[in-house]
């Protein structure tokens, strides 16, 4: 019996992929091999010699996009699932985050600054003037702006009052922005979660330089502990997400997700440090050995469909 190939898709990153190949093979005994992924030409012939395939670079090379969606729909497993990647935004998972009961800013999806390409003043007759009165009564102020589709924290800027508002929306081109409500918070974490059910928190903060945001000192009760835990796993069953990082911003002594639409995470050893760098390439290999191992497709969905309730939505 062959054995079953996992492949790492990746790009400029260098600790993480090779110790966790490393990782799969001195666990996959003859049974399971791992390697880093070779892609040519793509025929239209829908074989792909992979089991299983973590995808770590395709949100940033459309090529690697659309290979990774015919691999998954002729059976192959990949983690995370890029036709979902492909659709959902940061503002639609913010409706599905209230959904599964995990609390979120506020937040206000704003139309484009300027007109998308091939577009011009015609193509927006559904459109209609905003009240800028309402949207910063019902965010209060300070608010962060930030791109619905997006990460690495490009192109966001924390505003305090409506003339920064308006320097930085004229900053902000043809993007889909959101608005959001700034959480002035008290600790901050980081989570990881991978499987839909493995979690390490992390004390984070992002106010710092990126070299020591994982340096923070904060402190957590148990009963904090356990929402944390509980919100991070109900998002990542929600969206189906088996590898991402959920970000939280306690303020109050409540959780509030933040950011947690991240399906390639850092996990650079040099960034988030040797403890974290070793639990991420050890549980990522075991979770990853437990997906390549089980019969039957990879769950893509995600339950949020089960979950939100559209009647209340009305």
Known sequence: MRKKRIGLLFGMEDTFPWALINAINARGGDEVEAGAVEISYVKDDGVFPYDLILDRISHEVPFYRTWLKCAAACGVKVVNNPIWWSADDKFFDNLVAKAAGVEVPKTVLLPHKQYPPNTEAKSFRNMRWVNWDEVFGYLGWPIFMKPAYGGGWKDVYKVHNPTEFFAAYDQTRDLAMMAQEAIEFESYYRCYVLGRKRVRIMEYDPKQPHHLRYVANF????????????????????????????????????????????????????????????????????????????????????????????????
């Open 219 to 314: 402190r957590y009760s148990s009963d904090l502990e356990q929402r944390m835990h509980r919100d991070a796993i109900a998002l990542c069953e929600a969206l189906g997400y088996d590898m991402n990082t959920v970000e939280f911003a306690v303020r109050r002594g409540v959780p509030y997700a933040i950011d947690f639409m991240n399906a390639a995470p850092d996990a650079d050893l040099y960034s988030v440090g040797r403890e974290n760098f070793d639990w991420m390439v050890d549980n990522m290999a075991e979770v990853l050995l437990e997906i390549v191992g089980e019969k039957g497709p990879l769950e893509l969905t995600g339950n949020w469909p089960a979950i939100m309730n559209r009647d209340e939505m009305r």
